[in-house]
């Protein structure tokens, strides 16, 4: 019958090719339950190397593709806004960049929001369990991204982000581990003030506003409408003369609040809450889990004219 009926058997091909992608193991992730499988002994993980992505031919590569490929596709899918870069004319790298992490946008955006000299020597932490589960997903994502692993779980793949700190690349840190599942932050870990503290390097914090509200976890493109997304870079940190990871780690997590709460209010009135330790909580309010989704939704409002995107 799909014979005599063209549209038909289209359709039926159509759904027939929809069923066996949603069934295909695209990736090494089993599709037997854990709970199902036999007890097999904890596989040693394997460090995917990533030197050759910094090499000379791959930075140059690396450029081409983000000037010409990153940044007009960014261009033209959201609204992003950048402001603070001034910071950067009194540092020398290397630097650790911190930022908030809400959504896939986040390293892209920094990213491009950099200028070329300091984008080109500007490494990305990323979740070895993630992005470095294939070789196809690893070896972009070190290609365009200039990523290398990490494995967020405890391991031996914590040596890489000092390694390239003490060769003079600049490394960005998203210290809460994840993406954020409502757009809200978590709790910094300790790796990013561990980092800056053994190294001696300062902390360069960013505010990211926006990129939950243009693609939250579990979209695989930004929203249509080009919503505004903002990047604030704020003054570096420095940790102090024999202070403790532990307790640089609140100073790193409270610049990152200051700048959230500048970009959303104004440089003044973010001050003044700094001043009084009045900071807003980064984590947001204590209220249902759809309230505070729902909050994090709405794109940031046009207010005040913002930095161009460059």
Known sequence: MSSKNPVRFVRETAQDVRTVARGWRWGRRPLVPLSAQPFQPPKQPSVF?????????????????QRFGLHPLLSSTITPQTAGLDVLTTLKPPVLFVANHTSHLDTPLILCSLPDEWRR?????????????????????????NTFPIERRGGTLSTTPGDL???????????EGTRSVDGWASRFRLGASWLAVEHGVPVVPIGIRGSYAAMPRGRGWPRPGRLPVRIRFGAPIWPAEGEAPRTFAPRIQAGVARLLDEDATSWWDATRRAARGETPDPSGPPVASWRRIWAQTAPPAEGRKRGAWR
């Open 49 to 65: 190397p990533t030197a050759w992505a910094r090499t000379p031919t791959a930075n140059a590569v690396r450029d081409v593709v």
């Open 121 to 145: 020597r500007t490494a990305v932490a990323a979740a070895a369990d993630y992005f470095f589960d294939t070789w196809w997903r690893a070896s972009g994502s070190a290609m365009v991204f």
């Open 165 to 175: 700190l003490d060769q003079g690349w600049n490394v960005v840190v998203f210290p």
